[in-house]
């Protein structure tokens, strides 16, 4: 179990490092026989710009054992079906199918990507689909590209790994605090505004202002600590 976590955390080190076009995968739980992966669909393709979730279960046995992967995202594909399950030969192990132990789950996830783009009409695991991309292309690519606006359009078309969700908080605080000292430069410059040019010109005279922004009478001066201090001066 042990060489099974090491082995899963160099892979989606490299993953991280150098992630294939369109292709992301990371721990789900911090768990390494739990992995959550998604796609984005090629350009001219039914499934452009789509963002398709897939969950990645990695037995004990891994690599000596492919991993589970199943579609969260509904997809119109042939070789998909309405539950996630995907006909691919990299997904079994010989002689039905051609898992290697040298293989990885990014080599894995570029093939399912592929799949995407290139169905594979001669070995379906929906067989209305499959005859359908077969005799009638254009109406499988519109009920493909009608799906997939339905269901993973509506996602964000950016991979959102754990890290990028942090990144990306950490830009919005950042931006908070700035709006903050904003606001508060602001506050002191509403609160000089709030002076007429007349009551301005007696502040920087020395003549002071109330808070109501009236200047105050002889009278009020005179009351006024220094005012007295320089009155005796002047006497």
């Known amino acids: 179990m042990m060489r099974r976590s090491l082995r899963i955390s160099k892979e989606l080190s490299q993953l991280e490092r150098e992630p294939p076009p369109g292709v992301s995968c990371w721990m789900k739980n911090e768990s390494t026989n739990q992995l959550q992966a998604q796609i984005i669909g090629d350009e001219k393709t039914p499934y452009s710009d789509g963002v398709f979730d897939l969950?990645?279960?990695?037995?004990?046995?891994?690599?000596?054992?492919?991993?589970?992967v199943q579609f969260l995202t509904p997809i119109y594909h042939p070789n998909i079906d309405s539950v996630g399950r995907i006909c691919?030969?990299?997904?079994?192990?010989?002689?039905?199918?051609?898992?290697?132990?040298?293989?990885?789950?990014?080599?894995?996830?570029?093939?399912?990507?592929?799949?995407?783009?290139?169905?594979?009409?001669?070995?379906?695991?929906?067989?209305?689909?499959?005859?359908?991309?077969?005799?009638?292309?254009?109406?499988?690519e519109q009920k493909a590209r009608e799906h997939t606006h339905?269901?993973?359009?509506?996602?964000?078309?950016?991979?959102?790994?754990?890290?990028?969700?942090?990144?990306?908080?950490?830009?919005?605080?950042?931006?908070?605090?700035?709006?903050?000292?904003?606001?508060?430069?602001?506050?002191?410059?509403?609160?000089?505004?709030?002076?007429?040019?007349?009551?301005q010109l007696?502040?920087?005279?020395?003549?002071?202002?109330s808070q109501a922004g009236k200047r105050l009478s002889v009278e009020d001066l005179n009351a006024q600590p220094h005012a007295k201090k320089h009155k005796a001066h002047q006497q």
Not at 55 to 68: C, D, L
Not at 167 to 185: I, L
């Open 55 to 68: 969950e990645i279960q990695v037995p004990e046995r891994y690599p000596m054992e492919p991993p589970k």
């Open 88 to 140: 691919l030969d990299l997904l079994k192990m010989p002689p039905s199918g051609n898992w290697k132990p040298s293989l990885s789950i990014g080599t894995l996830l570029t093939s399912i990507k592929l799949l995407m783009s290139q169905p594979n009409p001669d070995d379906p695991l929906m067989a209305d689909i499959s005859t359908e991309f077969l005799t009638n292309r254009v109406v499988f």
């Open 150 to 199: 339905k269901h993973a359009v509506q996602k964000t078309t950016a991979v959102t790994s754990p890290k990028q969700v942090k990144d990306q908080s950490d830009s919005n605080d950042s931006d908070q605090s700035e709006s903050s000292s904003d606001e508060s430069d602001q506050s002191g410059s509403s609160s000089d505004e709030s002076h007429s040019p007349a009551d």
């Open 202 to 209: 007696a502040i920087q005279e020395g003549i002071p202002v």
